[in-house]
């Protein structure tokens, strides 16, 4: 639904209700003049789109500004006010005035962008999120979230790095040739076992030539996985120390000083 200034003044003499998945559009120069006990809830997408020259403007039915026939003067919750609920989505209010409500705008959602609003003569308070109040001023300009919502949402790529991917293949084949060397050394005390209790010297010298094999086996696998463990440490120190600036909780190791030095890193 569009609201437009050809309809001025909307006198509201009960709660409007902006249903969930539907949207609602207030063009400037539009004037709400609302009843006791009247307000606005909005549960859908909604957007006041005032300018600085037409403003639209959510106000008593007893404004003698916007309605020359008002029997009484307006004050302070003379209505109820604009309820945003959680489930409110592009909810925006631009360039408007809300004035002489019980809470002005109540939002249940930080999805709701205010810019250029002006609050005059409000009961209770002018701009709550969820239930705390935003300081506002009266009579001038407030804006909430006005440039986030207007700013497209940053996609966050994760910087590819080297280093981190080299300590990663280095670690995992360090770990793979530790563990495949323990077969090896299984089968080399086997060997050794069969050796000891072998009567006949061919079986003997089998038995010896087979621990030999399987000794060597296990001495390449465990010198390899002697040299990338520790490389995989000095990879990912590198790799830290390239990393841009982060905050952490956890204490880390500064190699930047003279010795370890336990600090956090910020």
């Not at 509201?12 to 063009?27: L, N, S």
């Not at 307006?74 to 209010?93: C, L, M």
């Not at 790799?239 to 905050?247: L, V, W």
Request: aromatic share 10%; with cysteine; charged share 20%.
């Amino acid at each position: 639904m569009t609201f437009e200034p050809s309809g001025n003044p909307y006198i509201i003499t009960e709660t409007i209700v902006v249903q969930k998945g539907k949207k609602t559009i207030i063009e400037p120069g539009c004037v709400f003049l609302f009843k006791s006990f009247s307000g606005l809830e909005v549960q859908g997408s909604m957007a006041v789109n005032g300018i600085q020259n037409e403003p639209v403007v959510f106000t008593s039915a007893n404004d003698g500004k916007y309605n020359p026939k008002a029997a009484q003067i307006a004050n302070p919750f003379d209505w109820n006010g604009i309820n945003v609920g959680n489930n409110g989505q592009e909810v925006r209010f631009a360039n408007f005035v809300l004035a002489y409500s019980i809470f002005g705008i109540k939002s249940q959602t930080e999805e709701i962008a205010i810019e250029n609003g002006i609050f005059r003569q409000n009961g209770q308070f002018h701009f709550t999120i969820n239930d705390g109040i935003k300081p506002v001023q009266e009579d001038i300009p407030f804006s909430f979230n006005a440039d986030q919502k207007n700013r497209p949402k940053e996609i966050k790529k994760t910087p590819i790095r080297p280093l981190r991917i080299a300590a990663v293949l280095t670690g995992v084949s360090g770990v793979s040739c530790a563990i495949a060397a323990i077969p090896f050394f299984s089968a080399a005390a086997k060997a050794n076992h069969e050796g000891n209790e072998r009567l006949q010297q061919t079986e003997i010298n089998e038995a010896w030539q087979r621990e030999a094999s399987a000794l060597n086996g296990a001495g390449i696998l465990s010198g390899a996985a002697a040299l990338l463990i520790p490389a995989t440490v000095v990879l990912l120190v590198l790799d830290e120390r390239q990393k841009p600036p982060t905050i952490s909780l956890l204490p880390v190791f500064d190699c930047n000083r003279a010795g370890f030095c336990l600090n956090f890193r910020f």
